[in-house]
Nanobody
Framework: VQLQASGGGLVQPGGSLRLSCAVS????????MGWFRQAPGKEREFVSA????????SYGDSVEGRFTISRDSAANTVYLQMNGLKSEDTAVYYC????????????????????WGQGTQVTVSS
């Protein structure tokens, strides 16, 4: 399984970006996908996750109501639409995938994911 994240960039506060994560090879084995982020000097933080079935997604408290995760099964791609961006959203964003579905309470944990993409930089600044 290979994950390729893209879509990062520089955006002004209040602006929007859409991140993409394309999954290649053995895509049928993936049961869920998530997004994490890591700002300089901080630990990696859970952003959002969604299951293969597209059931109710999960969001971190800091992005709830501003970010939306979605998936395109035909394209084997997961998206993260980020609206109302703030300077504190500045980070490297990583997509992650897991082979088997797990209980929702574990979706936020890095240890729950088997595969990781390379990360894409998001900078929110005026």
């Amino acid at each position: 399984v290979q994950l390729q994240a893209s879509g990062g960039g520089l955006v002004q506060p209040g602006g929007s970006l859409r991140l993409s994560c394309a999954v290649s090879r053995f895509t049928d084995t993936i049961a869920m996908m998530g997004w994490f982020r890591q700002a300089p000097g901080k630990e990696r933080e859970f952003v959002s996750a969604i299951s293969r079935s597209g059931s109710i997604p999960s969001y971190g408290d800091s992005v709830e109501g501003r970010f939306t995760i979605s998936r395109d099964s035909a394209a084997n791609t997961v998206y993260l639409q980020m609206n109302g961006l703030k300077s504190e959203d500045t980070a490297v964003y990583y997509c992650a995938a897991r082979r088997n579905l797990i209980v929702r309470s574990s979706w936020h944990s890095e240890a729950s994911y088997n595969y990781w993409g390379q990360g894409t930089q998001v900078t929110v600044s005026s």
